[in-house]
């Protein structure tokens, strides 16, 4: 069927590293994308989304990059920090469907080591 | 409040018992999803209101589960007959709007244990 799903479950970098989080998805169909974040006993965090028309979007140290050749997506954070530590999240949406239902990855947990 | 907000924070019942679960949307939120996750994975989505009527419930695992939004604006997500399999983070998300790139917005979920 089809699904959401990431490459690696943990995740670990230097602080001041730059981090990037993969993540791949079969639906051919979806045309919508977020990168969620998760804090331990949170709910998710909106951190960034992209259309299917494009395939870069950048915001506050975080960019997102969608190949969509290879239904592939990542999530580049620069100069990772200690509060970036959490659980991230990608999810899709099939446009189509005219729904905000969203179908979310198992998540990378990302580790900052100080 | 300025997000969205689900109580109780913790439930802990006892197998076969009736639960409910409430969620506050962001005032003016058209748009109210229920999703459920289980430890170590991704939100699954359960149900989507838009205004009263609920939009979509293709998520719903079995008719034990249904949830209902009678004024368009709290939400209450209603579990009978629980078995210990339901126990999982039940999350409440918003958006302005029903449109499939509006930001949702998740509450901090209610923790349900089923002994």
């Known amino acids: 069927g089809e699904s959401v799903g990431l490459h690696l479950p943990t995740l670990s970098v230097q602080e001041g590293d730059n981090s990037i989080i993969n993540c791949a998805y079969s639906?051919?169909?979806?045309?919508?994308f977020i990168w969620y974040k998760q804090e331990s006993g949170k709910g998710p965090q909106f951190i960034i989304d992209i259309r299917s028309n494009m395939d870069k979007r950048q915001g506050q140290r975080v960019t997102v990059l969608l190949n969509k050749t290879v239904k592939h997506l990542s999530l580049q954070i620069a100069a990772t920090q200690p509060g970036d530590s959490a659980v991230y999240f990608c999810?899709?949406?099939?446009?189509?469907?005219?729904?905000?239902?969203?179908?979310f990855g198992q998540g990378t947990t990302l580790q900052v080591k100080p | 409040g300025a997000g969205v907000s689900q109580t109780p924070s913790n439930k802990v019942t006892e197998k076969g018992k009736y639960v409910e679960l409430r969620c506050d949307p962001i005032s003016g939120h058209t748009a109210l999803y229920w999703y459920r996750q289980s430890l170590g994975q991704g939100p699954e989505f359960l149900i989507y209101f838009q205004g009263t009527g609920a939009a979509d419930d293709s998520g719903l695992p079995n008719d034990r589960f249904f949830a209902v939004r009678p004024e368009g604006s709290v939400s209450t997500l209603k579990i009978q007959r629980t078995e210990r399999g339901d126990s999982a983070v039940y999350l409440c998300a918003s958006s302005p709007l029903a449109g499939f790139t509006d930001t949702q917005y998740f509450g901090p979920g209610t923790r349900l244990t089923v002994l």
């Open positions: 639906n051919s169909a979806s045309d919508y």
């Open positions: 999810a899709e949406n099939e446009g189509s469907s005219n729904t905000g239902k969203l179908i």
